[in-house]
């Protein structure tokens, strides 16, 4: 039932800046929090950045001052903006959003499938 589907993905050249969409469906987003991964080829899926209601969002040092995560007006889509973007960001981008639950481990994870970025000149 729960939904997480990310979109925006694309080709783009160093310096270039790019927004990606998750969107998320069968969930409150008064009782989740949601976050940004993304994955290089070969390598480990990373944790990118993460918005929590009434929290700050924070950062990855990697992407800090360059990546920034919000939310529209109806709580329903996450964003992730992307400015001045890098080789070394090239990756499959993911969305989580972790819904909270009364019992252990109190908190349950969704992800989306994914959305390519490639920064490449």
């Known amino acids: 039932q729960v939904q997480v589907v990310e979109s925006g993905g694309g080709l783009v050249q160093p310096g270039d800046s790019l927004r990606l969409s998750c969107a998320a469906s069968g969930v409150m987003f008064s009782d989740s929090d949601m976050a940004w991964f993304r994955q290089a080829p070969g390598n480990e899926r990373v944790w990118v950045g993460a918005?929590?209601?009434?929290?700050?969002?924070r950062y990855a040092a990697a992407v800090k001052g360059r990546f920034t995560i919000s939310s529209d007006n109806a709580q329903n889509t996450v964003y992730l903006q992307m400015n001045n973007l890098k080789p070394e960001d090239t990756a499959v981008y993911y969305c989580k959003v972790t819904k909270a639950t009364t019992t252990f481990p109190f908190g349950e994870d969704y992800w989306g499938r994914g959305t390519p970025v490639t920064v490449s000149s």
């Open positions: 918005l929590s209601d009434g929290i700050r969002p």
